[in-house]
C-alpha cells in the first residue's frame, strides 16, 4: 500500500511524521519504506552549482558557483528515515539539488528538469508492502512549469496524509487543502496536526474546529523528548496503521 505525504506549508514536520509513519510500521513488522522523490537543500559537496535562470534577471541576487548552502540545509530530510530504522544503503530520492528552494528553481539553477515520469517510475521501481512518499513542500509545489506535486498524487491514486503545524493559521491552511484534494478525488487518509500542545487553547480549538470538517482521522503529535530514533512518536500512529496490516 502506498500513502503520499504533503504538507500545508514548508517546514511543518513531513519528515517528522514520515520517520515516525516508518518506525510504526517496521515495529510491527511491516516490510515498509520512505522516498523522498526530490530532495532540495542537498549536495555531497555543499556547493551551489553555477546558476542560469530565466526567472531571475542579471540584476538579481542569485547564489553563484562558490555560495555554500545554509548549514540547516545540509543534513538532508531523508536521512531522518535512517534513524528511524531504514537501510542506509537504500536510495530514497532521485532527485537532488544544492539550492534549498522550491523543486522546479533549484532544478533550473543546475539547467536540470524534473520529470513527472522520473518520479513516478522511480516509485514503482521501490514498491514495499507500506510504502512512504514524502513530497516537497506543499501538493501543488512545482516541479517544472507544468506540473506539481498534485500530479504524482493523482497518479499514484494513494492515499494522502496531510501535515499541519498547529498553530494560528492552521484552520484556513487545512481546508485549503481538504478543498484541493476534493477537487481531485484523491483520498485523505489523515491530518496530523503537529507541534500540538494541550495547554495551548489555539491548537485546542483549531483540533476541535477540524475534527468537525474532516471526513478521516485527526492525529495530534506534540514535540518529543528522547526521541532520536523516533519510538516514542511512533506510539501515536499504532491505532492509525493497524487497519492497514494484515491479521494473521
Known amino acids: 500500500m502506498k500513502f503520499f505525504i504533503t504538507g500545508s506549508d514548508t517546514d511543518v514536520g513531513k519528515s517528522f511524521v514520515t520517520a515516525s509513519l516508518l518506525r510504526a510500521f517496521l ?8 522516498l523522498k522523490p526530490v530532495q532540495t537543500g542537498y549536495a555531497e559537496n555543499s556547493r551551489i552549482p553555477k546558476a542560469k535562470s530565466r526567472i531571475l534577471d542579471e540584476e538579481s541576487r542569485i547564489p553563484d558557483e562558490n555560495s555554500r548552502i545554509p548549514s540547516q540545509s545540509l543534513e538532508p530530510d531523508f536521512k531522518e528515515y535512517i534513524k528511524a530504522g531504514q537501510n542506509a544503503d537504500f536510495k530514497a530520492t532521485c532527485y537532488t539539488f544544492a539550492y534549498p528552494a522550491s523543486p522546479h528553481f533549484s532544478a533550473e539553477l543546475e ?15 521501490n ?27 493523482k497518479e499514484l491514486n494513494a492515499p494522502v496524509i496531510l501535515v ?26 489523515a491530518l496530523i496536526l503537529n507541534f500540538h500542545d494541550e495547554n495551548d487553547a489555539i491548537c485546542l480549538s483549531n483540533q476541535q474546529f477540524l475534527q468537525k470538517k474532516f471526513p478521516c482521522p485527526i492525529i495530534t503529535l506534540k514535540n ?16 492509525f496503521i493497524s487497519k492497514f496490516l494484515d491479521k494473521k
Open 127 to 153: 514498491l514495499a508492502q507500506i510504502t512512504l512518499i514524502e513530497g516537497a513542500g506543499g501538493i501543488l509545489v512545482p516541479l517544472n512549469e507544468g506540473q506539481s506535486f498534485l500530479d504524482i498524487a
Open 224 to 239: 518529543y523528548k528522547n526521541n532520536e530514533n523516533y519510538s516514542n512518536s511512533a506510539k501515536d500512529f499504532r491505532a
Open 164 to 189: 499541519c503545524k498547529n498553530c494560528l493559521g492552521a484552520i484556513n491552511h487545512a481546508l485549503l487543502n481538504l478543498e484541493i484534494l476534493r477537487q481531485n478525488s484523491i483520498k485523505l487518509a
Open 111 to 125: 539547467g536540470k528538469k524534473i520529470k513527472a515520469r522520473g518520479i513516478l517510475d522511480f516509485i514503482e521501481q
Open 27 to 34: 515495529e510491527q513488522g511491516a516490510k515498509a519504506v520512505a
